[in-house]
T-cell receptor, first 113, second 116 residues
Framework: SQELEQSPQSLIVQEGKNLTINCTSSKTLYGLYWYKQKYGEGLIFLMMLQKGGEEKSHEKITAKLDEKKQQSSLHITASQPSHAGIYLCGADIGGQGAQKLVFGQGTRLTINP | GAVVSQHPSRVICKSGTSVKIECRSLDFQATTMFWYRQFPKQSLMLMATSNEGSKATYEQGVEKDKFLINHASLTLSTLTVTSAHPEDSSFYIC????????????FGPGTRLTVT
């Protein structure tokens, strides 16, 4: 079973619309990382959240970590074609400075002009 | 930001042959490198963690004799897929870390391996 569940698995939105991607864990998240991946390429770091209730924004992308630290959401406002790609959440679920990340299965985002 | 390169970006090999993939940190020293495998429309799966100068630590279910990892220097790690089979076809991604924080993990662009 997947330790991190992302939803939806794929998303098609009209340019200019808002969207939300969720990442849920059955375990406490000691660190939650959001990455963007273009098909066939490496991962680009977006944001990292550690504290329950934490919220970070970069340009039109906002990520939140819920108070219980078991779910995170990534929200894109006024989507643009450049936002298209695969969004992956990665998490440190080991705590204690664990060196390993586990990843969600990814959400494939398509932006229609 | 820190740059990690992988070579080759794409490789096609015949079944039964071995393939070596290189992962290099170009502008920093990587004390730890990670190797991931990604199937189409699936998540990245950690295969192994390698620290410079020591043996790699493999995840459960990953055959260490099939996926040989060498981390001989602070800027280079190699993954060799031995006696490749079609089921080994996948996208392999490495990441490199210079510190103890996962925030400092930088990903390479990936290598697409196709075994015919």
């Amino acid at each position: 079973s997947q330790e991190l569940e992302q939803s939806p698995q794929s998303l098609i939105v009209q340019e200019g619309k808002n969207l939300t991607i969720n990442c849920t864990s059955s375990k406490t998240l000691y660190g939650l990382y959001w990455y963007k991946q273009k098909y066939g390429e490496g991962l680009i770091f977006l944001m990292m959240l550690q504290k329950g209730g934490e919220e970070k924004s970069h340009e039109k992308i906002t990520a939140k970590l819920d108070e219980k630290k078991q779910q995170s959401s990534l929200h894109i406002t006024a989507s643009q074609p450049s936002h298209a790609g695969i969004y992956l959440c990665g998490a440190d679920i080991g705590g204690q400075g664990a060196q390993k990340l586990v990843f969600g299965q990814g959400t494939r985002l398509t932006i229609n002009p | 930001g820190a740059v990690v390169s992988q070579h080759p970006s794409r490789v096609i090999c015949k079944s039964g042959t071995s393939v070596k993939i290189e992962c290099r940190s170009l502008d920093f020293q990587a004390t730890t490198m990670f190797w991931y495998r990604q199937f189409p429309k699936q998540s990245l799966m950690l295969m192994a963690t390698s620290n410079e100068g020591s043996k790699a630590t493999y995840e459960q279910g990953v055959e260490k004799d099939k996926f040989l990892i060498n981390h001989a220097s602070l800027t280079l790690s190699t993954l060799t897929v031995t006696s490749a089979h079609p089921e080994d076809s996948s996208f392999y991604i490495c990441s490199a870390s210079s510190g103890t924080s996962l925030l400092e993990q930088y990903f390479g662009p990936g290598t697409r391996l196709t075994v015919t």
